[in-house]
C-alpha cells in the first residue's frame, strides 16, 4: 500500500467525516494531507491541491504563512490559554481594541465565541435577551432569508433554510419567520441586481410591519449566501433593511462568518452598504483559518441593557470554555496586520478582475446559467437547461464530477451542489486563477456532455444542495 492508502485506511477505520456520507469513501478516495505551504497543500506521496476553495473559506493567507506561525509561536512562549472570566491577557485586549476599530462605527463591545455556529447563538441569544431586559419579552422571534445558512448548531440551523442541513432536525427547530431573498440569480431577464434586490424587499418590509412585535431581530448573510449556492445580492437591501429595522425597533444582526475579512470586495460588507448592524459576527477568515474562534460585535446600547446590579440577573451568562484563547487571538492579530501591511483589500482588485476575465467565456457554455461574482467569490452555476434555468437533479451530483475532474488536475474545487465556485487565498497568483478557470472549465464540459443515470425519485428537499 502507499503511503496515502495506508492513511487513508487508518481513518476510514476510526474516524466520521463533517458533512460525508461516509459510504461514499468505498469508491471516493479520502486525500491525507501532510503539509501546507501557501495556496497549495501536498498529500504523503507529494501529490499536490490547488486551494481553491480556502479549505472551507477560512484561509486567506496561504497554509502555513510565515509571520501567522510566528506570531503563534510567540504567543506559545508566553501563555497558551487562561479561562476569560474574572481573568484577561495581553492578545484579547488588543483584538478586541483592533475589532472596535476596524468595523463600521457604533460596534464597541466584542464577545467571544469558540465557532462560527456558537457566535450565531451568542447574537440571538443576547438579542432576545436584550428586548428582555428591556421588558419586552414578547420578542422573540427571528426574521430569516430563505435560502439562508447560518451553521449547524439547533438554533442556528433554525435561522438557517438550506433544506440538505435542516430538513432532517426540523422537529428539534426554533419558529422562525422567513421571507423570500433577494437572490439575483432569480432575478427576471433584464432587471438589474439593484433593481431586483429593492423590489424583494417589499416581503421584508411587509413581514415587519406584520410581526415586528413578537420579532427580536433580522438575521442575514449580507451580500452572498454562500452554503445556499453562493447566491448574491445588492447592497441596496442591506442598507433599505437597515432603516426598516429601526423604523420597527427590531435588531439586525449581520453573519459576517463568510464574508467578513476581504472576500466580497470591502472588509466587511456592511461598509457597501453604509450601515452598522446591531450585532456583528465574525469567524473563519479572522484566525486567517489557523484557529477556530468567533468574535460577536455589538452597541454599548446593547451592552448597556445588560450591566446591573448582579442580583437584578440581567447578565448575559454564556459561556465557551475555550472563549478568548490566546492563540487564536494572536492569530487574528497577525491576520489583521498582514491587511493593514501588504494593502490586500486593494490588491485583491486586480485578483476578482482576473477571476472575472479568466471564466468569463463560461457564460457562453450551454449547461451554465450564471456566472456572478461578488469581490472575492466567483460563481458558475451549472443547470440542466439554459433556457429556463432548470437545476440538475440533486441526486446526479454534477458538481462531484467536476470535483474529481480537479483533483486528478491538482486542484482543491469542492463545488456546492451544482455550483463550481472559487473562494481562493489572496495570496494566489493570477497565473493559478487562470489554471483553476482552465480546469474549471474542463470538469464543467466533462460533468455536463452526458446523461447522468440515477434513479430521480420524488425531490424531498426542494432546495437540496448536495455537498459534493
Ligand atoms: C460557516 C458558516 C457558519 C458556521 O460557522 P462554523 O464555524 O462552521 O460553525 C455560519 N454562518 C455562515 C454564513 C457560514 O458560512
Known amino acids: 500500500m502507499g503511503l496515502n492508502a495506508d492513511w487513508m485506511q487508518r481513518d476510514l477505520n476510526v474516524l466520521w467525516h463533517p458533512c460525508t456520507q461516509m459510504k461514499d469513501h468505498e469508491t471516493l478516495p479520502l486525500i491525507p494531507i501532510k503539509r501546507g505551504d501557501g495556496v497549495w497543500l501536498e498529500d504523503f506521496e507529494g501529490k499536490r491541491y490547488l486551494d481553491a476553495v480556502s ?126 431573498s433577494p437572490d439575483c440569480y432569480l432575478r427576471p431577464e433584464g432587471i438589474s441586481w439593484e433593481e431586483h434586490s429593492r423590489t424583494m424587499f417589499a416581503a421584508m418590509e411587509q413581514t415587519l410591519a406584520e410581526h415586528a412585535h413578537e420579532v427580536a431581530a433580522v438575521i442575514v448573510e449580507p451580500l452572498i449566501q454562500g452554503a445556499g449556492g453562493m447566491r448574491m445580492y445588492h447592497p441596496v437591501y442591506l442598507t433599505l433593511l437597515r432603516e426598516a429595522c429601526n423604523r420597527y425597533g427590531v435588531h439586525l444582526i449581520h453573519d459576517e462568518i463568510a464574508v467578513g475579512f476581504g472576500r466580497t470586495g470591502t472588509m466587511f460588507a456592511c461598509e457597501q452598504a453604509g450601515i452598522t448592524p446591531d450585532f456583528l459576527v465574525l469567524s473563519k477568515a479572522l484566525t486567517g483559518g489557523y484557529l477556530p474562534m468567533a468574535a460577536v460585535l455589538t452597541t454599548n446600547e446593547v451592552y448597556q441593557a445588560f450591566y446591573d446590579d448582579y442580583a437584578t440577573l440581567r447578565a448575559f451568562l454564556h459561556s465557551h470554555t475555550y472563549t478568548g484563547n490566546p492563540l487564536a487571538c494572536a492569530a487574528a492579530l497577525a491576520t489583521l496586520d498582514i491587511f493593514e501591511q501588504d494593502n490586500v483589500i486593494e490588491n485583491n482588485k486586480a485578483l476578482a478582475a482576473r477571476m472575472a476575465s479568466a471564466t468569463a467565456h463560461l457564460a457562453d457554455h450551454p449547461h451554465v446559467a450564471e456566472v456572478r461574482q461578488t469581490g472575492m467569490a466567483l460563481a458558475i452555476e451549472m443547470v440542466q437547461d439554459k433556457p429556463s434555468k432548470t437545476p440538475y437533479a440533486w441526486q446526479e451530483r454534477r458538481g462531484l464530477a467536476v470535483y474529481q475532474h480537479a483533483l486528478t488536475r491538482s486542484a482543491l474545487l469542492r463545488p456546492l451542489g451544482s455550483v463550481v465556485y472559487f473562494l481562493p487565498p489572496y495570496v494566489i497568483t493570477p497565473q493559478q486563477i487562470d489554471f483553476l478557470a482552465e480546469v474549471a472549465a474542463e470538469g464543467i464540459d466533462l460533468a455536463t456532455r452526458s446523461a447522468v443515470s440515477v434513479s430521480v425519485s420524488a425531490d424531498l428537499y426542494p432546495n437540496h444542495r448536495d455537498p459534493g
Open 55 to 180: 479549505s472551507w473559506w477560512v484561509n486567506v493567507f496561504g497554509h502555513g504563512n510565515p509571520r501567522i506561525n510566528q506570531r503563534i509561536r510567540d504567543q506559545l512562549d508566553q501563555l497558551e490559554h487562561v479561562m476569560l472570566a474574572g481573568f484577561t491577557h495581553q492578545p484579547v485586549i488588543e483584538l478586541s481594541e483592533r475589532l472596535v476599530q476596524i468595523t463600521p462605527p457604533g460596534l464597541d463591545r466584542v464577545f467571544y465565541a469558540d465557532n462560527g455556529s456558537s457566535g450565531i447563538e451568542v447574537a440571538l441569544k443576547m438579542s432576545h435577551h436584550y428586548w428582555l431586559n428591556q421588558d419586552q419579552p414578547q420578542k422573540k422571534r427571528f426574521i430569516t432569508l430563505t435560502n439562508s445558512y447560518h451553521g449547524e448548531t439547533v438554533a442556528a440551523m433554525s435561522v438557517g433554510d438550506v433544506a440538505l442541513f435542516t430538513a432532517t432536525y426540523k422537529a428539534l427547530l426554533l419558529d422562525t419567520i422567513k421571507v423570500p
